[in-house]
Structure formats: C-alpha cells, structure tokens
C-alpha cells in the first residue's frame, strides 16, 4: 500500500479509537465506572489521536475543564503539526 493512503487510513482509525475513548470516559464517568486514565488518552493523542480528542472533548463536554489536560493535548496536535510540515519539506521536490 502507498505510504499517503496508508497514512491517511491510520489517522481515521487512531481518530475514530481516541473519539470512542473520550465517549466510554464520559460516560464511565457520569454512571461513576472504572475510568480511563489520562495517560491512557494523552497516548492516543500522542499517537495521532488529537482531533478525535478535540471533537470529543466538545461534543461529549468531557475533560473540557481540565485546563492542563487541555494544554497537553495541544502541546501534541502543535509537535504533529510541526512534523508534519518537516516531512512535507523534507519530501518536496519542485519541478
């Protein structure tokens, strides 16, 4: 398989796994259930996961007042951005 599609395929998964994680947290946490450890859901946002988490984090209103959870997860969507754009340099090639 192709390294872009295949990349893309991982993000949609990692993303879909992190968003249903922030939904069983949620929801673990309202009926007062064995929780899901921050750690746990700072690795999927490390792993790729942090969009699934923002959308999880507004549309479940989950973890949204957690302020130095919330800097975590943008401190890894701001080190994805950036290698993200050094691979992208690293791979550009003009014509």
Known sequence: MPFWPALLLYGAL??????????????NAV???KRSSERTLLTLCWLG?????VIGTQV????????AFIHKVYLAAGFQATLLCATLLLLWRPV
């Open 14 to 27: 990692i993303n879909l796994v992190t968003w249903h994680a922030w939904r069983l947290d949620k929801r």
């Open 31 to 33: 009926t007062r259930e």
């Open 49 to 53: 996961g942090w969009p699934g988490a």
């Open 60 to 67: 479940f209103r989950h973890k949204s007042s957690k302020k």
